[in-house]
């Protein structure tokens, strides 16, 4: 799996939630995004030339939810095993993937900041509560199962998800008790927690992602 730097791209933690929960081994490569050279070592191997890149027997495949779909053919577990509740776990992943633009351009992830301050516009607002209401909606009246997660267990869903659970934490982003349950289960995760240790230990930084600081 080739990534991009923990601490900021929030691509590569979708991608590599997911992989992470089938139980494969694999190895990790890190590329650290906007240093010289970046986009040359990508190219090598994916003409996108962006993170994060899956490779198996050298073969890539790269778009997180490309990575998400492929995963998911040797390992179905990873949407949830009612038909009505897969498919609405692809159609929220796949209004995350697409969409939410005001949210994720002016809320960059970023793991090693807290209690930053940006200005809320409406349209970050709008933003903001049709994600409170997704994960309310799924918690509250379309669990397929006893777990945490969107839909009881872990999913493609929750991968796509993770990255604003970091930044609703990074920009003290409040919501309903429903939502911040979930979150609070997004971030106290075994996985999105080893991933949030490595973050915080890279010295690297994109200024454009340091929206809110002091």
């Not at 970050?124 to 006893?146: F, L, Q, Y």
Request: proline letters at 4%.
């Amino acid at each position: 799996m080739i990534i991009g730097n923990k601490n900021y791209s929030s691509w590569s933690l979708r991608a590599w939630l997911a992989l992470r929960k089938t139980g494969i081994a694999f190895a990790e490569k890190r590329i650290a995004l906007f240093e010289p050279g970046f986009r040359e070592i990508l190219l090598a191997h994916s003409p996108a030339a962006k993170v994060p890149i899956y490779v198996e027997s050298g073969f890539a495949i790269w778009d997180t939810l490309a990575i998400c779909e492929y995963l998911a053919e040797k390992h179905p577990a990873l949407w949830p095993a009612e038909r009505k509740s897969r498919a609405r776990a692809r159609s929220i992943s796949a209004e995350m993937h697409s969409g939410f633009q005001a949210l994720r351009t002016a809320l960059p992830m970023n793991c090693r900041a807290v209690g930053r301050r940006v200005g809320i516009t409406t349209d970050i607002a709008m933003d903001i509560d049709r994600v409170e209401g997704i994960w309310t909606d799924c918690r509250k009246n379309r669990r397929s199962g006893d777990g945490p997660w969107l839909f009881g267990d872990f999913c493609i869903a929750d991968a796509m998800f993770a990255p604003v659970a970091s930044r609703f934490r990074t920009y003290d982003i409040n919501c309903n008790e429903i939502a911040t349950e979930y979150m609070q289960t997004v971030l106290s995760d075994a996985d999105v927690r080893a991933w949030y240790a490595d973050g915080v230990l890279e010295t690297e930084i994109i200024e454009e992602d340091e929206a809110g600081a002091a």
